[in-house]
């Protein structure tokens, strides 16, 4: 049976259309002009965001308003990520203070939603019911912007 399996895949391999040089050559050079139009637009939006980011003030720190801690250390939150509003070319300065673990929690929800899988839970074992709904809360709010 296994002799016919390969004279059957020859048959296959001889029956394709074959394509010309000429024709191989334009489907490479739309190819690379895909991937250089793909660059630049990811260049184009790095550079929206890192001025976003340079014009960005957010003034004094103030504690995590998630669990009301951590001051010294809170970051910054955009409630609509950076990476969205370079989409659309409008930034948003709204924004809340989180302390490290609740910024980080809040991220792995976003990941997951740009991922498209709602497997996030499990990346937020150690937080309460209470915390898990207050970045949600923030989540849907960025996306709702």
């Not at 184009?44 to 951590?70: D, N």
């Not at 370079?86 to 490290?100: D, K, M």
Request: net charge positive; aromatic share 8%; charged share 25%.
């Amino acid at each position: 049976m296994q002799p016919n399996i390969i004279i059957d895949q020859e048959f296959q391999a001889r029956q394709r259309p074959r394509l010309s040089n000429a024709q191989l050559l334009e489907i490479g050079r739309q190819y690379n002009q895909a991937r250089a139009k793909e660059r630049e637009r990811a260049a184009a939006k790095r550079r929206w965001i890192a001025s976003a980011r340079r014009s960005f003030s957010p003034g004094p720190r103030q504690a995590c308003c998630i669990c009301g801690k951590y001051q010294s250390v809170a970051h910054a939150h955009h409630l609509t990520p950076l990476h969205i509003q370079a989409e659309t070319s409008v930034f948003s300065e709204e924004f809340v203070w989180l302390c490290p673990t609740h910024h980080h929690g809040v991220h792995e929800i976003w990941a997951h939603l740009r991922r498209r899988t709602a497997r996030w839970e499990g990346h937020l074992n150690g937080f309460t019911e209470e915390e898990k709904k207050q970045m949600l809360r923030l989540v849907d709010m960025g996306m709702t912007q």
